[in-house]
């Protein structure tokens, strides 16, 4: 029979191993039978008032609307203009020529996963299929992030506010991220959770300057199970590698 004073080493040591690992996240690796263990950490969400679109004062952003671009002008970084009732089609979304494949297809049957502060699922200007949190228990966005980058890739083509490249596709909020960024563990779960939901996109509009082999393998996996993984790149104006 074990003593007591064994039982409390015992315990002892779990106690010692569970505080270890509390912070640590795990990943099997299938093709290699092993388990990649690592220190989480957080991963920061851009500033959007840094970011190349809107850091500039009085910076002058082409619109489309209809067939005139509108000159617009900012009068504070991240100011938000009325621009017209009418629906335009912003600079970005003109300069990567999505109008010219509109004829053809705006990405019905595409399910995209943003993995990012979650999306305003009231929006009129878009349409969320559905979604998930790993953060709360709401994967609406109180961020704001998350709902503009659905807007880029999606806003409705409805005669309202602006359209996105893909005006068709289908938008899962992936809630991985608050106000103060989000954990590796948690994008590592979105990205699971959008492997086992089938996705065909994943978007990931953040980044880090610190290497992790288990994002590397998950994300290798995504790959495999045929999903385009999309990231940002370039908000800082710095050298990308």
């Known amino acids: 029979m074990i003593s ?3 039982l409390v080493w015992i315990l002892v040591f779990i106690l010692l191993v569970s505080l270890v690992l509390a ?7 299938k093709e290699n039978d092993r388990e990649i263990v690592e220190d989480d950490f957080v991963i920061k969400l851009p500033d959007i008032n840094k970011q190349v679109s809107t850091q500039t004062a009085m910076a002058k952003v082409p619109i489309i609307s209809g067939k005139k671009k509108v000159e617009v002008g900012f009068s ?20 990567v020529n999505a ?15 943003i993995l990012d502060s979650g999306i305003d699922y009231n929006h009129p200007d878009l349409n969320v299929a559905g979604g998930i949190s790993f ?6 966005d109180y961020v704001g992030h998350g709902t503009a980058v659905a807007g880029v ?22 809630k991985v991220m608050n106000e103060n960024g989000g954990t590796l563990s948690d994008v590592l779960k979105g990205i699971d959770w959008a492997i086992e939901n089938k996705m065909d996109v994943i978007s990931m509009s ?23 993984l999309v990231a940002s790149a370039g908000n800082n104006n710095e050298e990308v590698w």
Request: hydrophobic letters at 40%.
């Open 99 to 113: 109008p010219s494949s509109w004829n053809k297809a705006k990405g019905e049957k595409i399910k995209v996963a």
């Open 153 to 174: 890739i999606a806003a409705d083509d409805n005669n309202l506010g602006v359209i996105g490249v893909a005006p068709e596709v289908e938008l899962y909020a992936v």
């Open 76 to 95: 504070e970084a991240g100011d938000i203009f009325n621009l017209n009732e009418e629906q335009v089609i912003p600079w970005g979304i003109d300069r």
């Open 206 to 228: 953040f980044g880090t300057p610190i290497y992790s082999q288990a994002l590397e393998y998950k994300l290798s996996e995504a790959y495999d199970a045929g999903i385009v």
């Open 23 to 29: 912070d640590k996240v795990k990943v099997y690796d």
């Open 135 to 140: 953060v709360d228990n709401d994967y609406i």
């Open 4 to 6: 007591k004073k064994i």
